[in-house]
């Protein structure tokens, strides 16, 4: 991490559907005023906003919403930007916020951009760069490829589709949300309650130039990222890529003592043999039949499968 200094020129992209906005919370108010400031509603309006930023010269994107914005964004940062995407300050106002909790925020509304216009002016704004996901859908044609910095199937899946059905609507969000929906799958598949889910979903990977691997999966996972949040740190193994991966075999076998191993971040000897596999790759290729999760949305795969890599580095910033 590092420091940014130089004159700035900030955008804005906010998300008036995020959770606080739409509570009337988060408003920027006059800081914003003069500023290059976007309310795109459709994907559409934010790449021609993103296009106006960079022929404006915009270097530092203020995102305003959670992390199906910052997905969004980071999806059409390539065909406004090219090569020399702005670096990236957040405003959390989502419902869950994983980004920010990693990455850091300047927090939401107006102090915090004044905070992150201080520190812009000051040259002391703190600078992590960091690989972004890319997820091509090669058998989808005419669709961009995604960008993000958490991929989930399987069991991951799962536990999105039951905090949407069951703990965004009773109004429990932020970590409490992940946590609360993780351990219910966890349960279920513990207490063999959910027959289907222990079984998995086929599936077929193959990281980098290894053979392809098929079979059930209980859970897949990907990200470029260092760290994630909960104290949860799934990842093991080696090899040069930024993608990192986790594969568990369905059914799960001893899962309990890999879920702690996990939250210890120290892999046990018998995992590999038990069907948990993790390493890091420079692609990963997926073929799957069920949806996916990127950055807290379900999408579907597409008839040839995924193809998971991270050419490409964006800068995020915090005061």
Not at 42 to 68: H, I, N, S
Not at 140 to 151: A, Q, R
Not at 179 to 188: F, I, M, S, T
Not at 235 to 262: I, K, M, N, T, Y
Request: hydrophobic share 50%.
């Amino acid at each position: 991490m590092s420091g940014s200094g130089g004159v700035r020129r900030v955008g804005i992209i906010s998300n008036p559907l995020s959770r606080m906005l739409r509570k009337g919370q988060g408003r920027l108010g006059a800081q914003a005023a003069g500023l290059p400031l976007a309310v795109p509603a459709t994907l559409a309006e934010l790449r021609t906003a993103l296009a106006g930023f960079a022929a404006q010269g915009v270097d530092l994107l203020a995102v305003q919403g959670g992390d199906g914005t910052l997905r969004e964004v980071l999806t059409a940062l390539p065909a406004a930007f090219g090569d020399h995407p702005p670096d990236i300050a957040l405003l959390a106002t989502g419902k869950t916020n994983l980004a920010a909790r990693v990455l850091g925020s300047a927090g939401p509304g107006e102090a915090a951009l004044a905070r992150l216009l201080q520190a812009a002016r000051c040259g002391t704004l703190r600078r992590r760069l960091l690989p972004v996901l890319k997820v091509a859908r090669p058998g989808l044609h005419g669709t961009l490829p995604l960008h993000g910095l958490l991929f989930g199937a399987g069991a991951f899946t799962e536990a999105k589709l039951l905090a949407d059905r069951a703990l965004h609507r009773r109004g429990i969000h932020d970590r409490l949300t992940v946590l609360l929906a993780l351990a219910g799958v966890a349960l279920r598949t513990l207490w063999g309650r959910d027959a289907s889910l222990r079984a998995g979903a086929a599936m077929e990977l193959a990281p980098d130039d290894l053979a392809p691997r098929d079979g059930h999966r209980f859970l897949v996972l990907a990200t470029p990222l260092d760290q994630l949040m909960l104290g949860l740190w799934p990842f093991w193994g080696d090899g040069p890529g930024p993608v990192r991966w986790l594969d568990v075999a369905a059914p799960p076998q001893r899962l309990a003592a890999a879920l702690w191993a996990s939250v210890q971040g120290r892999p046990r000897s018998w995992m590999s043999a038990a069907g948990y596999r993790s390493g890091n790759a420079d692609r990963l290729a997926i073929r799957l039949g069920v949806p996916f999760v990127l950055d807290g949305e379900v999408f579907e795969p597409g008839p040839e499968g995924l193809v998971l890599s991270a050419p490409g580095r964006v800068a995020f910033v915090t005061p």
